[in-house]
């Protein structure tokens, strides 16, 4: 295998899109760290990733926790010597509900986990990214970071937040050579519905967590001098006006 053609850390990786990035990514010759809460699942991941030739550290860690989030990057520079690439994929559904409805932990927990987790990565990986004039940040969110649907009130103005930060963010950073893409996927055949207690309608067309994978090696392979600022996908056969 063509070992070596950078590291990349995704945090949010022990199931669903993450768990697949990490696996394909490693299988094209990618060095691979990735995070979760659930170590088992991650130490799973890493011996199969390891056992087909691939190189992999599974870090625990609560990225909601900002020391947490700070460890994964930090560990990963300490075992890889550098980080190219850090994908944000830590998500979670919160359940389907009037905004009224929510309680208080919800909202917190909602936006803890889609933007806190975010904010606290990017944070930590900058400098580091700065100091090798180099680097690509792709931030996960959703078609709800686009569109806002009733019932989805804290996920939609998450999600909105998250993208909303990116451009902010690649403005002040892209001087350093920092790429920083937002990748905003409808539907997705993973535990996030189920997670979240969200039912989907009975005739979801769903994407598959290896488009998901498959979009963030469009996203890093792109030759250096192409930024892609955005890309959103859908199962071509969900329906949903995209504007
Ligand atoms: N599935 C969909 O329909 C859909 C659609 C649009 C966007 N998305 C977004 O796609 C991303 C991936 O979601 P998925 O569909 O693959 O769902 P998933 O299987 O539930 O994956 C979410 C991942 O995030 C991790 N995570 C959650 N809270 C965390 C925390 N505090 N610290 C560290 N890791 C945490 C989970 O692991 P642990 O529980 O082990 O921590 C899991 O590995 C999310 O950002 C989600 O919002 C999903």
Same mark, same amino acid.
């Given at each position: 295998m063509n070992k070596d053609k950078g590291v990349i850390a995704i945090a949010g990786a022990s199931s669903? *899109?993450?768990?697949? /990035?990490?696996?394909? $990514?490693? !299988?094209?010759?990618?060095?691979v760290s990735f995070s979760a809460r659930r170590e088992k699942l991650l130490k799973e991941i890493e011996r199969e990733i390891t056992?087909?030739? &691939?190189? +992999?550290f599974a870090i625990r860690a609560d990225m909601a926790l900002y020391d947490e989030a700070k460890g994964f990057i930090e560990k990963t520079v300490e075992r890889f010597g550098r980080i190219d690439v850090l994908v944000n994929n830590v998500g979670a559904g919160i359940r389907f509900a009037d905004?009224?409805?929510? *309680? =208080?932990e919800e909202i917190e927990r909602g936006v803890s986990v889609n933007l806190m987790t975010v904010l606290y990565a990017c944070k930590?990986?900058?400098?580091?990214? =700065?100091?090798?004039?180099?680097?690509?940040?792709i931030n996960v969110s959703s078609i709800l970071g686009k569109l806002s649907r009733s019932g989805f009130a804290i996920y939609s103005a998450s999600k909105q937040a998250v993208e909303?930060?990116?451009?902010? $963010?690649?403005?002040?950073?892209? #001087?350093? &050579?920092?790429? @920083?893409?937002?990748? +905003?996927?409808?539907a997705i055949q993973t535990e996030w519905a189920e997670k979240a207690g969200v039912?989907?309608? !009975?005739? *979801?067309?769903?994407? #598959?967590?290896?488009? $998901? +994978?498959? +979009?963030?090696? @469009? $996203?890093?392979? *792109?030759?250096?001098? @192409?930024?892609?600022?955005?890309?959103? /996908?859908? !199962? !071509?056969?969900?329906?949903?006006d995209p504007f």
């Open positions: 669903g *899109t993450g768990r697949e /990035m990490a696996r394909y $990514l490693a !299988s094209l010759g990618y060095r056992k087909s030739g &691939g190189e +992999a905004f009224e409805n929510y *309680t =208080k930590v990986v900058i400098p580091y990214m =700065k100091k090798q004039k180099s680097g690509h940040i909303g930060f990116s451009r902010a $963010l690649l403005n002040e950073v892209r #001087k350093h &050579g920092i790429k @920083v893409s937002i990748l +905003a996927p409808a039912e989907l309608p !009975s005739d *979801t067309r769903f994407l #598959k967590p290896m488009d $998901l +994978a498959k +979009a963030v090696q @469009v $996203l890093i392979e *792109t030759p250096p001098h @192409v930024d892609i600022w955005n890309l959103d /996908m859908i !199962s !071509s056969e969900q329906v949903i």
